[in-house]
T-cell receptor
Framework: AQTVTQSQPEMSVQEAETVTLSCTYD???????LFWYKQPPSRQMILVIR??????QNATENRFSVNFQKAAKSFSLKISDSQLGDTAMYFC????????????FGQGTRLTINP | EAGVVQSPRYKIIEKKQPVAFWCNPI?????LYWYLQNLGQGPELLIR????????DSQLPKDRFSAERLKGVDSTLKIQPAELGDSAVYLC????????????????FGEGSRLTVL
């Protein structure tokens, strides 16, 4: 069974700083998806960024980028020029590529951006 | 395009009472999920539907939980009777099947139904 581990329960940075959230996972599959989801307080979970395991290039979405290390089974999220609106719970998630689209989530990292 | 709609947003009940949650997925999404999210934790899958068929319900406590997805669209999750430990947020999500070439593996979530059992 796949597992996802986020080792940082909470993080706090100043506005405009860069922050990196860590995620490791365990799987025996070679093709899969990895995601970072954001869940603001009392609001719905939304996708931040997505990576397909067969792609070597790291995904980037504006201020959000990932460092995908397949051999190390590591998938960290970097947020550049952090903004107050980035304050949220961030979840790393794994999904099989074989049609069983069951997202397995990590425990989450609570990120606070301070003014 | 309308997102995943869930109701009610909040529900407070006494223990041993029944409760039901409703979910309307994004139009055209064949896969529907119910997740349980305890406070400060990541969501955990309860059940996954492909169209009207429950293809993964291994984590659903079947003694008190039930779910249905009639006609492969809307879904209802029921708890009867509720226990104190059922207090949590129940998330519904939907997706397209990536094997059909039209999906990306991404799940789209509703706002959740927060249950408090007293």
């Amino acid at each position: 069974a796949q597992t996802v581990t986020q080792s940082q329960p909470e993080m706090s940075v100043q506005e405009a700083e860069t922050v990196t959230l860590s995620c490791t996972y365990d799987t025996s599959e070679s093709n899969y998806y990895l995601f970072w989801y954001k869940q603001p307080p009392s609001r719905q979970m939304i996708l931040v960024i997505r990576q397909e395991a067969y792609k070597q290039q790291n995904a980037t979405e504006n201020r959000f980028s990932v460092n995908f290390q397949k051999a190390a089974k590591s998938f960290s999220l970097k947020i550049s020029d952090s903004q107050l609106g980035d304050t949220a719970m961030y979840f790393c998630a794994f999904s099989s590529y074989q049609g069983a689209q069951k997202l397995v989530f990590g425990q989450g990292t609570r990120l606070t951006i301070n003014p | 395009e309308a997102g995943v709609v869930q109701s009610p947003r909040y529900k407070i009940i006494e223990k041993k009472q029944p409760v039901a949650f409703w979910c309307n997925p994004i139009s055209g999404h064949n896969t529907l999920y119910w997740y349980l999210q305890n406070l400060g934790q990541g969501p955990e899958l309860l059940i996954r539907y492909e169209n009207e068929e429950a293809v993964d319900d291994s984590q659903l406590p079947k003694d008190r939980f039930s779910a249905e997805r009639l006609k492969g669209v809307d879904s209802t999750l029921k708890i009867q009777p509720a226990e104190l430990g059922d207090s949590a947020v129940y998330l519904c999500a939907s997706s397209l099947d990536p094997l059909r070439g039209s999906g990306t593996g991404e799940l789209f979530f509703g706002e959740g139904s927060r249950l408090t059992v007293l």
